[in-house]
């Protein structure tokens, strides 16, 4: 691997192959090559790792797939001329900093539209949060909208699909409007959602960076030391734990099998606190 600002001829052979393998590119193409010491460029070629297609079987590479192809051209692209940051630099900075100080969404927008008009018109930001957001869609995790009663009740979901009105609570599931004549009519618009964001995905994820995959079997392969038998240092330690490996030997050979926990302390979703969470 690279460092100091040496450019890798790994890098260079991984996006290759993978982008002659996911859009069939001619012989003879030359991938830019970026320095390995940029973490923007650490993400994507991690992300890259994660994608299986094959063009045998396949006439058109996957949303997933094309949307990874717009990011490697951003994060390729210059800002504009005279300055070393990327478009994907520059916009995945903006969100960030849109995300901890949480910005509203026409701040987002006003700040762009100021700094579009100060730097010089040849560059390449995008001009506003619908198109940023569009930019970095490649990176996102997919979710699930799933409609919810507005008492949260139950989720209009699976076998309740179509139900217009709340089995317990008799609650519409959209918004209500009044009519000409003063009757409560049902929009389009439900009155309460929520987000599902499929587990899987995200574990795998997880897998893709080679720092992290490291940290997930850190439980099976960390060395203790000087440290007793009896000195917890990780949850693996716990009865609880052991307990589960117990129940299911063959899922806890692998020390890549991932153990989800539940931690709800001080959590009230009832909010019989000052404060929901803890």
Not at 226 to 233: A, R
Not at 249 to 259: G, H, I, L, W
Request: net charge neutral; charged share 30%.
């Amino acid at each position: 691997m690279a460092k100091n600002g040496a450019h890798s001829r790994e890098w260079q052979t991984i996006i290759e192959d993978f982008l002659k393998q996911a859009f069939k590119v001619a012989r003879g193409l030359v991938t830019p090559c970026p320095c390995l010491d940029s973490w923007m460029m650490d993400m994507l070629n991690d992300l890259a790792m994660g994608f299986e297609f094959d063009p045998e079987e396949n006439n058109q590479p996957p949303p997933e797939v094309q949307e990874f192809y717009r990011l490697l051209e951003a994060g390729d692209e210059k800002l504009r001329e005279h300055t070393k940051n990327t478009v994907l630099d520059t916009v995945s900075r903006l969100m960030a900093i849109k995300s901890k100080h949480n910005i509203s969404n026409s701040c987002f927008n006003d700040i762009t539209e100021l700094v579009s008009e100060v730097i010089p018109s040849d560059h390449k930001l995008p001009k506003n949060l619908y198109f940023a957001k569009k930019m970095m869609a490649g990176l996102g995790m997919k979710y699930e909208k799933i409609d919810v009663c507005p008492s949260n009740c139950m989720l209009f979901w699976r076998e309740n699909d179509k139900l217009g009105t709340c089995r317990h609570c008799g609650k519409s599931r959209y918004i209500q409007v009044k009519n000409e004549a003063g009757e409560n009519v049902d929009t389009t618009v439900p009155a309460k959602q929520l987000r599902y964001m499929h587990i899987i995905p995200r574990l795998k994820r997880l897998f893709l960076s080679m720092k992290i995959a490291k940290s997930m079997r850190w439980h099976e392969e960390r060395r203790r030391g000087s440290q007793s038998e009896d000195v917890m240092v990780h949850p693996a330690d716990g009865d609880a734990w052991k307990a589960l490996d117990e129940f299911d030997p063959e899922f806890a050979r692998d020390p890549r099998s991932v153990q989800l926990g539940l931690a709800v302390d001080g959590f009230t979703p009832f909010s019989t606190s000052s404060s929901p969470y803890s």
